[in-house]
């Protein structure tokens, strides 16, 4: 979800972004705080607040990201060429550059995002460094800003970390999969490097049991996670769309409930909260 201020325990695509200075103050106190940091959670199953479905989403004065894009930087030797996650890497490539135009996709151009190719941004990232242990947010972020360093600043990416089963995020007290506080199972958000609002997600393993869905392959959990962050992330990446009496965001609204789907072209989804139909749709 939203990022460059809080953080909340609620679940977890040119041009973007009127974007909208910083979140109203009223916004903190309608969420449910995991910790006291600035990201908003995808949250694990089980750990999530009760859905209260009853209100739909309002702009809150942000832009969304029109026409996103979707840049992948790979974090770890095991996703480089020969190595055990290089499949892993390239499913998740090949579900990104068809997302776009899917069903699952055109839930949200009732926001004004538009239909995209999510693969138009610069080139993924493939960083064969091994990643820490622990990934923090602000590793995250330097990561990010690592590769900006290199490739030209796109307005309308998402700009999102994979890391490998061996490395666990962190956010404040709160960590993924493999940390000893779990809580959430990817989030998204927004921080200013070079004169710009770079858009961002963590997306680590979720192969344990409070970020997987009962027979799903850790790349289809993945598949899962990008869903939900890169909906949320392109519908609110600086203050934009989310509901004003829960402070939950789009994909927040439909997390873990109804469950996770296999979708168009195999690929995993989650349902995400429509306001035409004041519920959670799989397509439309």
């Excluded at 030797?77 to 135009?101: I, V």
Aim: glycine share 10%; hydrophobic share 35%.
């Amino acid at each position: 979800m939203k990022s460059s201020l809080k953080s909340v325990l609620a679940l977890s695509c040119g041009l973007f972004v009127v974007a909208a200075a910083n979140a109203a103050p009223v916004e903190k106190t309608l969420k449910p705080f995991a910790d006291a940091d600035h990201v908003i959670y995808t949250p694990a199953r089980g750990v999530q607040i009760p859905h209260l479905n009853k209100a739909n989403l309002t702009n809150h004065g942000g832009g969304v990201i029109a026409n996103a894009h979707l840049v992948y930087l790979f974090w770890g030797p095991s996703f480089c060429s020969g190595g055990a996650d290089a499949g892993y890497a390239a499913t998740l490539q090949a579900f990104r550059n068809q997302f776009g135009s899917t069903g699952e996709w055109r839930t949200i151009l009732q926001y004004g995002v538009n239909a995209t190719n999510l693969a138009g941004g610069t080139a993924d990232g493939f960083d064969c460094t091994a990643p820490p242990t622990n990934a923090t947010d602000a590793k995250v972020r330097a990561h990010v800003t690592a590769y900006l360093s290199t490739h030209t600043f796109d307005n309308s990416a998402i700009y999102e970390v994979v890391t490998p089963s061996t490395t666990y995020s962190s956010s404040g007290g709160s960590t993924s999969c493999g940390g000893p506080s779990l809580a959430y199972c990817a989030y998204h958000g927004s921080y200013s490097t070079g004169g710009h609002t770079a858009k961002y997600s963590i997306q680590p393993w979720a192969g344990c049991s409070g970020c997987k869905v009962s027979g799903w392959s850790n790349v289809q959990n993945e598949e899962h996670f990008v869903c939900h962050e890169t909906r949320e992330a392109a519908t609110d990446p600086v203050n934009a769309w989310w509901d004003g009496t829960t402070g939950e965001e789009a994909d927040d609204k439909c997390a873990w409930s109804p469950t996770p789907f296999i979708g168009t072209g195999g690929y995993a989804y989650q349902y995400e909260w429509s306001n035409a139909d004041h519920g959670c749709v799989k397509v439309k």
